[in-house]
Antibody, heavy 117, light 111 residues
């Protein structure tokens, strides 16, 4: 059974950088699949942030591309998200997911990140 | 950035059949990208309910079915149960936005 677990600070100051890590168990991030980050602002629908392939190739949502970096650490079987220059609009629950054939089949429980001073 | 439009709410009595629509465009459904459906209970992550337009992952009851035609898709729930109360989202890929996109979401209420 594939399990994902997000971790990172729950509070980030405006203009700062949001950093989250997703630990994967039950599967290798080096397998031929994509791993994604999705966020959901309070009371709104999900928004795809970006993805990383086992080779290290990445794709980002163009609306966030200038501020997003997704990377992976194969030795720890985890992947990470960095979102720079955050504002209150970046306050959301952030989920890491496994993606296959354009769908998201396994999700972490999510972690709330609040942007506030 | 919700380019997939869903009704905000749908309700039904226990045992009834309800449908949730998802309207897209020529840059997602019309470009032959698949639609997937998720159920989200309060405080939890979305759960994949339907993939590739009509397919149910193992464990999803056959009370749930879905279809896609042209630039629209729909999810049907028959024999509505209290446990079906949740938010439901459609999802696809949009070639114009070059991004995976989710629907606006539909809250299902069991009366």
């Amino acid at each position: 059974q594939v399990q994902l677990q997000e971790s990172g600070p729950g509070l980030v100051k405006p203009s700062g950088t949001l950093s989250l890590t997703c630990a994967v168990s039950g599967a290798s991030i080096s397998s031929s699949t994509w791993w994604s980050w999705v966020r959901q602002p309070p009371g709104k629908g999900p928004e795809w942030i970006g993805e990383i392939y086992h080779s290290g190739n990445t794709n980002y949502n163009p609306s966030l591309k200038s501020r997003v970096t997704i990377s992976m650490d194969r030795s720890k079987n985890q992947f990470s998200l960095k979102l720079s220059s955050v504002t209150a609009a970046d306050t959301a629950v952030y989920f890491c997911t496994r993606e296959g054939f354009s769908r998201f089949d396994y999700w972490g429980q999510g972690t709330l990140v609040t942007v506030s001073s | 950035q919700s380019v997939l439009t869903q009704p905000p709410s749908v309700s039904g009595a226990p045992g009834q059949r309800i449908t949730i629509s998802c309207t897209g465009s020529s840059s997602n459904f019309g470009a032959d990208y698949d639609v997937h459906w998720y159920q989200q209970l309060p405080g939890t992550a979305p759960k994949l309910l339907i993939y590739a337009n009509t397919n149910r992952p193992s464990g999803v009851p056959d009370r749930l079915s879905a279809s896609k035609s042209g630039t629209s898709a729909s999810l049907a729930i028959t024999g509505l149960q209290a446990e079906d109360e949740a938010d439901y989202y459609c999802q696809s890929f949009d070639i114009s936005l070059r991004a995976y996109v989710f629907g606006t979401g539909t809250k299902v209420t069991v009366l």
